[in-house]
């Protein structure tokens, strides 16, 4: 069982790389964040989210029950609750961690031995296309998600691992190759 962090900054397709994993890989599970915010329409508790009040957030984070967590927009807390981890363990998977540097920075000074994958876009141009051709976000929110890249994609170095995300199903498996080389002590 290996703790599998995927970062990179948004549109460079870690969303889409999970997917294609759990699709093709039985032992691949992912861990469910936890957040403050409210579901958003078609969204189901304990399936996208789990869906919790500040208080009970605030109880995880002083019981030191989180891999991770963080304030995003200076309102909503997203985390990862360390029962994840517990949950992965005992169905013998690997737990996949979709999450942002500053979530990554929090596991590997947690867990050391966490398998960190940054994943990069082929190209800016390509990164801003994809963004854009997800029509989720106004201008001002592309723009944003941008400019929080630029330093993303500095941080790249931190990673025991990066990978480029030209091709959607060579990079998975090179993820999964990852892990199974982690996994044999390699």
């Given amino acids: 069982m290996s703790l599998v962090v995927l970062a990179g900054p ?16 039985a032992d691949f599970m992912l861990s469910i964040s ?13 399936v996208q989210y789990q869906f919790i009040d500040k208080p009970e ?22 985390g990862t609750p360390l029962e994840e ?12 961690l979709e999450i942002d540097l500053q979530g990554a920075r929090q596991i590997k000074n947690r867990i050391p031995e966490a ?5 990069s876009p082929p190209s800016w141009e390509e990164l801003e296309t994809r963004l854009r051709n997800r029509a989720t976000e106004t201008e001002a929110q592309i723009q944003t998600r941008l400019l929080t890249a630029r330093t993303e994609l500095l941080a790249a170095g931190e990673f025991d691992h990066q990978l480029t995300n030209s091709n959607l199903e ?4 090179e ?7 982690s996994e044999r002590g390699n």
């Fill in 85 to 96: 981890l517990t949950r992965a363990k005992a169905l013998d998977k690997h737990l996949l």
């Fill in 34 to 46: 936890a957040t403050t915010r409210g579901p958003r329409p078609g969204e189901t508790d304990g």
């Fill in 175 to 181: 993820i999964i190759e990852l892990v199974r080389e």
């Fill in 10 to 25: 948004a549109g460079v397709g870690k969303g889409t790389l999970v997917n294609y994993i759990l699709e093709h890989e």
């Fill in 115 to 119: 398998l960190t994958i940054f994943i």
């Fill in 57 to 78: 957030f605030e109880k995880l984070i002083k019981n030191n029950q989180l891999l991770e967590y963080a304030t995003v927009h200076n309102d909503n807390y997203y």
């Fill in 170 to 173: 060579q990079c998975a498996l």
